[in-house]
């Protein structure tokens, strides 16, 4: 995944304007980076690898009132700065950058090849340069070349052009793509995201699929249906996203903070509108089955919440993951109900099974913390977290949000909506005293001290506990780079008890009293094999190895074990000198398949 930035306006420091807008984006990709400006009828253009976040300024850069960026996470290519982005027709009379994979690239770029044309990077991104330049030949506009162009495209694209006399262009077919305006002052932000332009634009227009935009010299803003060229009338919703500053707040990370923000996201949920969760209660119990899906983190949450549709709601709720979802496509009936929780609203994965589950007639349902989403345009019932901006790429305050949620609209189906909130304000309580008690975070300090020197951490929990036991794994991998391993308390006789050996660390929850029994069987197997058994827990015991003391928060405690979890994770990042907001490999949001 990329992110894409554009700028159009009166400003003469556009190149600085997207520079600090790319900054917000870099949670989308953070390998290497370009930026192109206009000026004087050429295009400027420096690129680089590495973080964009550690830029602080370009030497050389012209002034100009045109510019456009691009942050990579590279997938056709490898991370160099030949294959960074943007890409220059031969020419040099246009730049392009792509959020995205050409499925069809090889196929393309084998046929241009043939017709004589020359690549200087790895990239699909130069392919889809080079067609607009076979276009140009034919058709005498930008905007005919784009279209034709990106029709030949197979796959999910976003692309942005910017050309030597001052127009930009984008097309989006697949990953997002928002125009932000501001009226008073008349500039015009192109970005993958609301986020990265919420403190300058008044006024916003979501690109859907299918769309194109051009921004020309007066900059006026033009819309054409990417399928006819036809220019049609858009309309400008009013920017409800307020991110003025987004910045630590005194924590050493974000990462920190929004695990510090989990109070306040719990309260957002409290605050949600009951009539809207009503209704959807209520669709949700004429629903033949509710399937809950979602990729990563999100996928995990889905886990969660269809666990506490079934438990609360007695729902047919089961929960799978985006890119698997497959089997399920001929079985989908029109009184189906999709629920999926998303950070972004724009993973590729689950967006492709919403696609095909429309098509059947299945109703949507979402919960998603970006404003302006293309999950939340495909939703009959689309909810927000209303979070607030989650910048570490490990979603933290977002899941905690999400299962919340799950929890709540669960309890709303059961008829038993006050006593949700309720437990959801006493857990908002609790999770603030633990957050403030500085002892637990010395005590989880040391746990990850003493982790750093293991290999392998294993995790264990049942009912309620288990996805939370999952996440903490998927926690500790983002953080720490080692291998961690979630495992049902009760399956773990059927195989991983053989990986247990003297030292093992095996973290385990077990505040819940309806199978306690059960976890405690489980640590007696891994203990007598030589395991050293951290247990989460509300009680002391002398079967635990070292005890993490939590306060009981009865229906909700599930929700409230993610906290030492992810804390664990953070002090393991801090000891390991691991980039805790920005782990290798992994981007936030994944808008290709
Ligand atoms: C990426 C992120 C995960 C996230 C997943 C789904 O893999 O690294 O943290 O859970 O995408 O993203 P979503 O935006 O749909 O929640």
């Known amino acids: 995944m990329c992110g894409i930035f554009g700028y159009k306006g009166p400003n003469a420091k556009a190149g600085q304007i997207v520079l600090e807008g790319l900054k917000r984006l870099d949670y989308r990709g953070y390998d290497s980076w370009g930026v192109a400006v206009q000026c004087l009828d050429n295009i400027w253009l420096r690129k680089d690898i590495g973080k964009i976040s550690d830029v602080d300024h370009i030497a050389d850069m012209p002034d100009a009132h045109t510019a456009i960026a691009h942050t990579r996470w590279?997938?056709?290519?490898?991370?160099?700065?030949?294959?960074?982005?943007?890409?220059?027709?031969?020419?040099?009379?246009?730049?392009?950058?792509?959020?995205?994979?050409?499925?069809?690239?090889?196929?393309?770029?084998?046929?241009?090849?043939?017709k004589g044309y020359t690549f200087v990077s790895e990239t699909d991104t130069e392919v889809i340069v080079r067609l607009i330049e076979e276009e140009l030949k034919l058709n005498t506009d930008f905007v005919s070349a784009i279209r034709h162009a990106f029709s030949k495209l197979t796959g999910r694209n976003t692309i942005i052009v910017l050309t030597k006399s001052g127009e930009i262009y984008a097309a989006r077919n697949g990953s997002p793509l928002v125009v932000g305006v501001n009226t008073q002052t008349n500039e015009v932000y192109l970005s993958s995201d609301t986020l990265s332009f919420a403190p300058y634009a008044d006024q916003m227009i979501v690109v859907d699929n299918g769309q194109m935009v051009k921004v020309d010299n007066t900059n006026t803003i033009t819309m054409f249906t990417l399928a006819t060229g036809e220019v049609f009338e858009y309309t400008l919703e009013a920017m409800t996203v307020k991110a003025d500053k987004i910045d630590k707040e005194g924590y050493d990370h974000f990462m920190m903070k929004e695990i510090h923000e989990t109070p306040y996201v719990l309260r957002q949920i409290v605050a949600q509108d009951a009539q809207s969760l009503q209704a959807f209660a209520h669709a949700l119990q004429r629903a033949h089955r509710v399937y809950?899906?979602?990729?990563?983190?999100?996928?995990?949450?889905?886990?969660?919440?269809?666990?506490?549709?079934?438990?609360?709601?007695?729902?047919?709720?089961?929960?799978?993951?985006?890119?698997?979802?497959?089997?399920?496509?001929?079985?989908?009936?029109?009184?189906?109900?999709?629920?999926?929780?998303?950070?972004?609203?724009?993973?590729?994965?689950?967006?492709?099974?919403?696609?095909?589950?429309?098509?059947?007639?299945?109703?949507?349902?979402?919960?998603?913390?970006?404003?302006?989403?293309?999950m939340t345009r495909m939703s009959d019932y689309p909810f927000m977290c209303n979070a607030g901006p989650e910048i570490?790429?490990?979603?933290?305050?977002?899941?905690?949000?999400?299962?919340?949620?799950?929890?709540?609209?669960?309890?709303?189906?059961?008829?038993?909506?006050?006593?949700?909130?309720?437990?959801?304000?006493?857990?908002?309580?609790?999770?603030?005293?633990?957050?403030?008690?500085?002892?637990?975070?010395?005590?989880?300090?040391?746990?990850?001290?003493?982790?750093?020197?293991?290999?392998?951490?294993?995790?264990?929990?049942?009912?309620?506990?288990?996805?939370?036991?999952?996440?903490?794994?998927?926690?500790?991998?983002?953080?720490?780079?080692?291998?961690?391993?979630?495992?049902p308390a009760g399956d773990l006789k059927h195989y991983?008890?053989?990986?247990?050996?003297?030292?093992?660390?095996?973290?385990?929850?077990?505040?819940?009293?309806?199978?306690?029994?059960?976890?405690?069987?489980?640590?007696?197997?891994?203990?007598?094999?030589?395991?050293?058994?951290?247990?989460?827990?509300?009680?002391?015991?002398?079967?635990?190895?070292?005890?993490?003391?939590?306060?009981?928060?009865?229906?909700?405690?599930?929700?409230?074990?993610?906290?030492?979890?992810?804390?664990t994770a953070y002090y393991l990042a801090l000891k390991l000198g691991n980039n805790i907001d920005k782990p290798r490999n992994i981007a936030k949001s994944v808008t290709v398949k």
């Open 74 to 114: 590279a997938t056709t290519g490898g991370v160099t700065r030949a294959n960074a982005h943007p890409h220059a027709s031969t020419d040099g009379s246009f730049v392009l950058a792509q959020n995205g994979i050409v499925e069809n690239f090889s196929e393309l770029k084998q046929g241009l090849l043939t």
């Open 292 to 374: 809950v899906i979602g990729s990563g983190t999100a996928g995990i949450a889905s886990y969660q919440i269809a666990f506490y549709l079934r438990l609360y709601g007695k729902l047919d709720a089961v929960s799978l993951i985006g890119a698997d979802v497959q089997s399920y496509y001929e079985i989908f009936q029109p009184d189906d109900i999709i629920l999926a929780p998303s950070q972004s609203g724009e993973t590729a994965d689950v967006i492709e099974v919403l696609e095909h589950a429309k098509e059947k007639g299945v109703q949507i349902g979402s919960i998603i913390n970006m404003p302006g989403s293309i």
């Open 392 to 487: 570490c790429v490990m979603s933290t305050k977002v899941f905690t949000s999400q299962i919340a949620w799950g929890y709540l609209l669960a309890k709303t189906v059961q008829g038993k909506y006050e006593e949700g909130i309720q437990n959801l304000q006493t857990l908002s309580v609790i999770v603030q005293r633990y957050l403030d008690n500085q002892n637990n975070h010395k005590a989880l300090k040391a746990l990850a001290n003493y982790l750093s020197k293991k290999e392998h951490i294993f995790l264990l929990g049942k009912y309620q506990n288990f996805a939370i036991m999952q996440e903490g794994m998927v926690k500790i991998i983002e953080a720490s780079y080692k291998h961690a391993h979630a495992i």
């Open 496 to 567: 991983a008890i053989t990986l247990m050996e003297q030292g093992i660390p095996v973290i385990v929850a077990v505040s819940d009293d309806v199978v306690k029994n059960d976890v405690i069987t489980a640590i007696n197997e891994v203990r007598l094999r030589g395991a050293y058994v951290i247990a989460i827990a509300h009680k002391q015991e002398d079967y635990y190895d070292y005890y993490i003391p939590t306060e009981d928060a009865g229906e909700t405690d599930a929700i409230g074990t993610i906290i030492p979890l992810q804390l």
